[in-house]
């Protein structure tokens, strides 16, 4: 029997109809990330980065959209602390922390801090991704405070 806390767990589901068209402009960067690879669009004209994925380039709309490899090191710039637990999933979880981290490029990227306080996050601490893998479909993009500096 499969663990309840996944049973339980919101998390991105292929199954809801409106998600179609939005899962498969995400799928590429699901892909990666189960491969432990953290990938944004650029554009191929101007080679600026874009996220989150789109169909069309803000920056140059005749040009392609390809996938790039991106580091996955920045800096917090903003964040958010949750003590309380709307869902039952999250209730003996909390406090933890949603961050937004800037990757540089105009990347900023949304997720859950992993391996520290949550209540010590601040603006300009350095983090790197951590992929959790929750099953062979789904691997999250976390964050975790840099190793490399």
Not at 41 to 69: D, N
């Amino acid at each position: 029997m499969e663990n309840l806390d996944i049973l339980f767990r919101p998390l991105p589901n292929r199954n809801i109809d409106h998600w179609d068209r939005e899962w498969d402009l995400f799928s590429p960067f699901w892909e990666a990330a189960r491969s432990g690879k953290l990938i944004v669009q650029e554009c191929t004209e101007t080679k600026k980065k874009v996220w989150p994925p789109r169909f069309v380039s803000p920056y140059a709309p005749g040009a392609e959209l390809e996938w790039v490899p991106i580091k996955g090191i920045g800096e917090i710039y903003t964040y958010n602390i949750v003590y309380r637990g709307f869902f039952p999933y999250y209730k003996d979880k909390v406090p933890y922390a949603l961050v937004v981290v800037d990757l540089g490029e105009g990347i900023r990227m949304l997720g859950n801090t992993v391996g520290m306080d949550p209540t010590k996050v601040h603006c300009g601490m350095r983090m790197e991704v951590a992929f959790e893998i929750v099953n062979d479909e789904i691997t999250l993009v976390n964050w975790k405070p840099s190793e490399r500096g």
